[in-house]
């Protein structure tokens, strides 16, 4: 449901993909935790290289594209969570 809600707002060119898995994160308390796979260096029009991930970077529209992992967002799932 939350990627319907996100895919209404934004306009996607490329499917962004996630790992989802579920480990105990020795903390009840502790629903989980998601980050970008990667990050890939770009050269911003005022020549700062900057880290931007993946996800982002698959929705511009480069000529030759970087090469990418196979998921976009890593996210990990506390599966003894009690709420």
Do not use: W
Not at 51 to 68: G, I, N, T
């Amino acid at each position: 449901m939350a990627g319907q809600i996100i895919s209404s707002v934004f306009m996607f060119e490329v499917p962004i993909t996630l790992n989802a898995t579920f480990l105990n994160l020795n903390d009840s308390n502790l629903l989980g935790s998601a980050t970008p796979s990667r990050f890939i260096p770009l050269i911003s029009e005022d020549g700062v290289p900057r880290l931007y991930p993946q996800s982002l970077v698959k929705q511009f529209k480069f000529d030759v594209h970087p090469e990418y992992s196979s998921c976009d967002i890593n996210h990990r799932l506390n599966y003894k969570n009690k709420n």
